[in-house]
């Protein structure tokens, strides 16, 4: 049975930004306070993403709350259908089936929470994140502090040699830099030459 909430408009918030700009702290704020007014929220992070905690998000400064695991989008769709307000953490680990899955849902009159980076380590657009900037009813663009120089920072810089595009770390791989103090990995490349 599919729950629908009569009345009641739908929406997408995206919650995007480099690392340790509090993106994950953000969204564990938000679903806390649908918690506290009562509401049944619903609480996803893929599988890939096991650096603290199996079945909990939580952010760099350690804050967290319990969530389910799921490898595909269409997972969130089955799990979420009696819930008022779906929280989905680590956007950019899914495939693009998760824009339609967060359409559907808020069509549905749900509120849907989504968080991710919306760049890569290479500052390229990062899986279904520009996507879902573009259906989205609220977007807040979070920055983290830039580790060289302290201004915001907007990218993400892999500290590592990995050439993948997804590697799963923290600040043992990762940090934040502003627009002057990244340097893409092409542009690092050249100047070991």
């Known amino acids: 049975m599919m729950h629908v909430i009569k009345n009641h408009t739908g929406w997408i918030e995206v919650i995007c930004g480099s690392m340790f700009s509090g993106k994950t702290e953000e969204l564990i704020r938000r679903l806390k306070r649908a918690l506290i007014a009562r509401q049944k929220v619903a609480i996803f992070k893929p599988k890939i993403d096991n650096r603290y905690s199996k079945n909990e998000i939580v952010s760099h400064d350690l804050k967290k709350i319990k969530a389910r695991v799921v490898e595909k989008p269409a997972e969130i769709l089955n799990q979420a259908l009696e819930s008022h307000v779906v929280g989905i953490d680590e956007a950019q680990f899914f ?46 663009k979070m920055h983290a502090i830039c580790v060289i120089c302290g201004n915001p920072a907007n990218f993400t810089y892999r500290k590592t ?10 600040s043992d791989i990762y940090e934040a830099r502003c627009r002057n103090c990244y340097v893409p990995p092409e542009e690092n490349e050249r100047e070991k030459e």
């Not at 760049?119 to 996507?131: L, S």
């Not at 040699?161 to 923290?170: D, L, N, P, Y």
Request: hydrophobic share 40%; proline share 5%; charged share 25%.
């Open 95 to 140: 495939d693009e089936n998760l824009v339609g899955i967060c359409q559907t849902l808020a069509n549905m009159g749900k509120r849907v929470i989504v968080t991710g980076l919306d760049q890569d380590y290479q500052g390229k657009p990062f899986g279904p994140i520009p996507n879902l900037l573009a259906v989205a009813e609220h977007i807040d």
């Open 161 to 170: 040699e990995e050439k993948e595009k997804v590697v799963v770390g923290a």
